[in-house]
């Protein structure tokens, strides 16, 4: 039963412009996370939000940037695409932080830039 | 540096075969292990995890892993496999204290019917 909500599930777009993606959760959980998955199925860790602080950051484009209003969301931004940027990103979220070793992922959103 | 690693990228066995995948990681404190399961155009979902007490722990649908310190390794097992459980398997690590969880690089099972 799926609880991490995540939206769009596709999204083609072209070369230079904005995207936006979206992730709610409904366990109460107070981490929440992105992950890109590349076409090789790699994991990625971009970002990671405890209670709306940014606690992890791992080196990414600048172009990115993650969205939290509250402990329940946390978009993520990507202002100008590259091809590069076409992948899976998975949002995930956890409570208590990473040492619970327990994710919840949604069903993902998969971008293609062409 | 903390370190999951997946050995075999493809397993391909026949429903009913009894399978291993296994799972090393490189890290000298302690450290919580989990496997997960993604079919294809799907998100990733939670199988098991261990942090220490009993080596075997049990997971859904019949998967059990066991942690061996001395060999570093966490092995995912399942004893009669169904072709639903065709899938990529991820591990990961995620040492004490640390903020993140590390992924291997997935192993595909294929479970030929």
């Known amino acids: 039963e799926t609880a991490v909500f995540q939206t769009p599930n596709y999204h083609v777009t072209q070369v230079g412009n904005e995207v936006s993606f979206n992730c709610k959760q409904t366990l109460g959980h107070d981490t929440m996370y992105w992950y890109k998955q590349d076409s090789k199925k790699l994991l990625k860790i971009m970002f990671s939000y405890n209670n709306k602080q940014l606690i992890v950051n791992e080196t990414v484009p600048r172009r990115f940037s993650p969205q939290s209003s509250d402990k329940a969301h946390l978009n993520l931004r990507i202002k100008s695409v590259e091809p590069e940027d076409s992948a899976v990103y998975l949002c995930?979220?956890?409570?208590?932080?990473?040492?619970?070793?327990?994710?919840?992922f949604g069903e993902g959103s998969k971008l293609t830039v062409l | 540096t903390q370190t999951v690693s997946q050995s075999d990228a493809h397993v391909t066995v026949f429903e009913g075969d009894s399978v291993e995948l296994r799972c090393n990681y490189s890290y000298g404190g302690s450290i919580y292990l989990s496997w997960y399961i993604q079919h294809h155009g799907h998100g990733l979902q939670f199988l098991l995890k261990y942090y220490s007490g009993n080596p075997v722990v049990q997971g859904v649908n019949g998967f059990e892993a066991e942690f061996s310190k001395s060999d570093s390794s966490f092995h995912l097992r399942k004893a009669s496999v169904h072709w639903s459980d065709s899938a990529v398997y991820f591990c990961a690590g995620t040492p004490t204290g640390y903020q993140n969880f590390y992924f291997g690089k997935g192993t595909s099972l294929t479970v030929i019917p």
């Open positions: 995930a979220s956890s409570y208590g932080g990473a040492n619970t070793g327990q994710l919840y």
